[in-house]
């Protein structure tokens, strides 16, 4: 065993004293199974609990990542409102009982209002591979400290089946916070409701940046309602420009390097803002698209007054107009890793399949929100074609989107918006636009768009072409940078620039914003042949009001299908 940390850390609130009951199980029944209703989080309890922990070493915000190896590792990272000596993981297992690992504290102090963020860390390793683990979190704190307990289970070595689950864009359950709505409760419930073995969660956590005085207190109550799920599997998440907070380290994601220890990708200087992962037959590549990107969406002061930070921080008023803008942060250096990674698991013979995450989209027709992004389509769709990439998983736009599998582009096929001159957009190339829900992915790349986490602007309208009624997509090919409206010192950034008709697109859910992608991965057998079964199941009714019918809702605990593909890749090794 031993402990690892590194980059930054978090704050506090709700003290998780036993483990919830996280087997209420949603049962299923075939692929168009009803799920059942799961009790929704706490907040008044929460909100109770962080009081009376007041600045003890109490632990809270628990959450599980992988480590290098999730075979036989598993990182345990929590939070406490003050600081916590002897902080520690007491591990029992096979062999093992109350085996006491030491935690590595990281902290930093919020940029914007001054608070003082404590996170723990503690790296597991040397464990049994497909093994159930209980653990301990506690702290000394004078006997003050009340413990946590949880349980996690190691990934099986080698060719096994497996499922994991994904959305993205959660926000927290407190609506007294922008974007965020009760459906995130539930959202992570659904989570526990299929027992995956991990969770991805493509970007845009919790918006924070949205609130900019509170930063830590939107994290906090983030961690708090994952800690339903998120201290009993791993939850593998990717930074979005959410993540993107003023005066919060190089490229704003300070908060969120220091709640996650991640894989490390081995770039110095740049560990957590993207990485890789093997389980059983597949690979998983965490990508930070905001490297890549023409889309300007990090934290931004529209105006009319500056945002002023609050004066123990020292830092100056931002002024009206400011954004921050992270494009090509890394010089390269995340696409020149993308490539070697993806090149090595082609010629490694244990791996089948290869998922990619990351927040923005390189396919997307929604009207109302963000739509696809040409800085992908240039940097990471070649490199996806070269090296088979399987399947790609976002979030960004609130809705849920399937493409046909794809495979290079279509020259000069988009036009400017404005204008309608002709523009290069890169459209991704359909290798068939016959749905038969079985795709050999061998020949083309599946996207899907899955961001129905939780928050409260659901974006399940969009775009059509007038003259023929067919899918039609927006796309960013240039810096969206703000600009100056016609009221002083108010500024907004512009939409995409460019359109396309998205003849990419295979399926859209025009129902609700919300939902879940639950992916069974079969290592195959005497065929030749491995697949995934991919689902996505939907909460009808919880948008607070449908855009394609005016209707309105309210938070819902019940998912139900929407539909089902299956893809299939001939297997590396016999």
Known sequence: MNTAADDQPSVPDEPAASRPSRRQVLSTAGAAGLLATVPVLRGTERAAASTSAASNGTPEQIHLTFGADPATSMTVSWASPGHAPGARVLLTGPHLSDVKVPAVQRTYTDGLNGETVWTYHTELTQLAPDAEYSYVVTADNDGSATPFRGTFRTTPKGRAPFRFTSFGDLATPNTAWVLSYGQSAYAVAAVESFSPLFHLLNGDLCYANLNPAVQPAVWRDFGNNNQASAAYRAWMPVAGNHEIEFTNGPQGFTSYLTRYHLPDNGVPGLRGRWYSFQVGNVLFVSLQADDVIYQDGGAFVGGPKPLAPAAS??????????????????????????????????????????????????????????????????????????????????????DYERSFPVRGHDPMAGVDAATGTPVETLR???????????????????????????????????????????????????????????????????????????????????????????????????????????????????????????????????????????????????
């Open 313 to 398: 921080t020292g830092n100056p008023p931002i002024e009206p107009g400011t954004s921050f803008y992270v494009r090509g942060y890394s010089g390269g250096a995340q696409t020149a890793w993308l490539e070697q990674t993806l090149a090595a698991a082609r010629r490694n013979p244990s791996i089948d399949w290869i998922v990619a995450q990351m927040h923005q989209i390189a396919c997307s027709s929604s009207i109302t929100g963000n739509g696809s992004d040409r800085g992908i389509r240039e940097q990471w769709l070649p490199l996806f074609d070269k090296y088979q990439v399987d399947l790609v998983l976002n979030g960004h736009d609130h």
């Open 428 to 574: 991704p190339h359909p290798v068939t636009t016959t749905d038969t829900g079985v795709f050999d992915t061998s020949k083309g790349t599946v996207h899907l768009v899955l961001g129905g986490g939780g928050t409260s602007a659901p974006l399940d309208d969009y775009g059509f072409d007038t003259a023929d009624g067919l899918p039609q997509a927006k796309i960013f090919t240039k810096p969206n940078r703000p600009f100056q409206t016609a009221t002083p010192d108010v500024y907004t950034r512009a939409a995409a620039d460019a359109r396309e008709d998205a003849i990419w697109s295979a399926r859209r859910d025009t129902s609700t914003g919300y939902g879940i992608g639950v992916f069974d991965v079969d290592p195959g057998g005497d065929d030749g042949y491995t697949s995934i079964t991919v689902r996505y199941f939907h909460a009808l009714g919880a948008d607070p009001t449908n855009p394609n019918t005016g209707t309105k809702g309210a938070p819902n605990s019940v998912y139900t299908h929407f539909e089902t593909v299956k893809l299939i890749r001939p297997r590396s090794r016999p």
